[in-house]
Nanobody, 114 residues
Framework: VQLQASGGGSVQTGGSLRLSCAASGRTGRINVMGWYRQAPGKQRELVATISRNGQNTLYADSVKGRFTISRDNAKIMVFLEMNGLKPEDTAVYYC????????WGQGTQVTVSS
């Protein structure tokens, strides 16, 4: 499975961004999809995940109420709508897809300035 993320950029505090991630390759067994992020000098952390049927989502406490994860199984894509962005959201965001293995995209930079 290959994952290609896009949509990162630079915004001011309170701004919005929408990240997209397209999966290709052997995608038939993809179950959970999601997003993680890694800020400079910090460990990679979970942002949000979504189940195969889209019914179940999980969010980090720090993004609840501001970020929304969704997926399009026909296009094999996962999205992250980010609103109310804060400087502490600055990080490289990685999409992930899970079969019996966890796959990672290349990362997209999100920078939020105060």
């Amino acid at each position: 499975v290959q994952l290609q993320a896009s949509g990162g950029g630079s915004v001011q505090t309170g701004g919005s961004l929408r990240l997209s991630c397209a999966a290709s390759g052997r995608t038939g067994r993809i179950n959970v999809m999601g997003w993680y992020r890694q800020a400079p000098g910090k460990q990679r952390e979970l942002v949000a995940t979504i189940s195969r049927n889209g019914q179940n989502t999980l969010y980090a406490d720090s993004v609840k109420g501001r970020f929304t994860i969704s997926r399009d199984n026909a296009k094999i894509m996962v999205f992250l709508e980010m609103n109310g962005l804060k400087p502490e959201d600055t990080a490289v965001y990685y999409c992930t897809a899970v079969t019996s293995t966890q796959y990672w995209g290349q990362g997209t930079q999100v920078t939020v300035s105060s």
